[in-house]
């Protein structure tokens, strides 16, 4: 994931920072718990499309 575009990206729920997960290839959002796809490099930053993170689940 380019780092310029994680400088740039936001959560849409809380406008919070996102950090890539490159082993699930995702992006995670820790103040939601959230965790958005990304799919074919492309992050798809939809509510409806992200999953709850569990709480012992390691990510970026």
Sequence with gaps: ???RLLEIIACPIC???LSFDQKNLALVCKAEQLAY???N??????ANEARAIKI?????
Excluded: F, H, S
């Design 1 to 3: 994931m380019d780092r």
């Design 41 to 46: 490099g492309i992050p798809v930053l939809l």
């Design 15 to 17: 406008n919070g920072k």
């Design 37 to 39: 796809p990304v799919r």
């Design 56 to 60: 012992d689940e390691k990510l970026a």
